[in-house]
């Protein structure tokens, strides 16, 4: 009767699966737009508070340390209630913190609600990918790249609308309003998540360390969360001062990254479910290999964008499928997995840039970008061996 009830069970999730990737494409959409909204409010809250650069940098590392305990603390937490309440309870929380910021009299208070802030987005961000995982795996073919895609389309969204908006409203209402919209969406489909059951653990665990297999996703999620973020603080200075390029020139380099690796992404599941995870993450990291050598040519501006753009492409996949690897554990592990490759890679983005900055410091920022590319090299020598064939 146990198996009968448990095959009954896994057959109904099946049947909701397609359903959960709705709200799960949703839940990715909400998390990118809400950053993407408070991006737009940086500069005004910069001018409200009269904030020095570096003291601005204090308070958006407090929306980093927000983060990351949060993620730590996060996989614990997925698997005692599961991680469809906890999306749910972290996008509420997430949406209305974000009017709060603009709202601040002074720095301290606005360091203690970016805190706030960044826990909640961060625990989302690692809730949402968990169910993710556990979706693909009901609905039998990946999905988790094009989960990521919707992310970098939220958060075009929620930069583009949120600088229109801004334009004719104070940030508080702007924030107020987005937000309020976002939830809308999210909670019209939340219905549709997996129940909270479907990956809770019968005998939920602490604080762990993670195996060997996931400390080498977590470390290759690392390298390229890194090599993200050093072209994001980096490549219009590369373009600027290095090649000489004019300042709308300096600032497509992101941008034309940014744009191939939304459009890799939502054509990653497929390619995934032809070619396999493994191969997906080889490919990808020798083409963003390729990518930064043609940026480091010495072409010229032009040439070095379309480097920067191949880069994005190449990169595209490699953090949704390791993040779908970590997902691929055993049933109660793998909301723990998840978290600390979150972690681990949302460390690459906050230390990454700084010590490329460094070594730009005793070099030159094109010397920091041989490096990120000899990271792709390593990243594609470890792929096999750290994803799974059904990653």
């Known amino acids: 009767m146990q198996t009968a009830t448990q095959d009954f069970t896994i057959r109904e999730f099946a049947d909701r699966a397609p359903g959960a990737r709705l709200a799960s ?11 993407g909204v ?10 409200h508070l009269d904030l020095s650069p570096g003291v601005l940098g204090v308070a958006l590392l407090c929306l980093a340390a927000g983060a990351l305990t949060a993620m730590v603390g996060s996989g614990p937490l997925l698997g005692r209630v599961g991680s469809a309440p906890v999306i749910r309870i972290t996008a509420l929380f997430f949406a209305l913190i974000l009017p709060l910021p603009a709202l601040m009299p002074d720095l301290l208070s606005l360091c203690a609600v970016l805190f706030l802030f960044g826990a909640a987005g961060g625990t989302m961000d690692v809730a949402m990918n968990a169910h993710g995982a556990l979706v693909e795996r009901h609905l039998g073919r990946p999905i ?34 987005l937000a309020a919209a976002l939830l809308l969406l999210f909670f019209a489909l939340h219905r549709r998540f997996l129940p909270g059951s479907a990956d809770q653990q019968a005998e939920p ?27 994001l603080d980096w490549s219009a200075v590369y373009l600027r001062e290095d090649l000489g390029g004019a300042a709308s020139i300096a600032a497509l380099g992101f941008a034309v990254f940014s744009g191939a690796m939304a459009v890799g992404r939502f054509c990653g599941d497929r390619l995934r479910q032809r ?58 592990e793998a909301g723990q997995a998840i978290a600390a490759v979150a972690t681990l890679g949302y460390a690459g983005v906050l230390t990454g840039p700084a010590l490329l900055g ?7 920022v094109g010397f920091s970008f041989a490096l990120v590319a000899a990271l792709a090299l390593v990243i594609a020598a470890a792929s096999s061996r750290a994803v799974a064939q059904r990653g």
């Open 25 to 35: 494409l949703t839940a990715f959409f909400v998390n990118g737009s809400v950053f």
């Open 38 to 47: 408070w991006a737009t409010q940086i500069p005004a809250i910069k001018d």
């Open 144 to 177: 988790m790249s094009s989960l990521h895609g919707m992310w970098s389309l939220g958060g075009l969204f929620g930069a583009g609308v949120g600088g229109l908006l801004l334009q004719v409203l104070p940030p508080p209402v702007q924030a107020s309003i």
């Open 205 to 231: 665990s602490g604080l762990a360390l993670p195996d060997r297999g996931t400390l080498l996703l977590g470390a290759l999620t690392f390298l390229a969360f890194m090599s993200e973020g050093a072209i």
């Open 275 to 332: 070619f396999g995870g493994p191969v997906l993450v080889r490919a990808g990291a020798v083409l963003a290999f390729a990518g930064l050598a043609v940026a480091l040519t010495g072409g010229g501006p032009v040439v070095a964008v379309a480097g920067f753009g191949l880069t994005g492409l190449g990169l595209s996949n490699v953090v949704p499928v390791l993040f779908s690897a970590a997902g691929a554990k055993a049933e109660g």
């Open 358 to 364: 460094f070594v730009a410091e005793a070099s030159t």
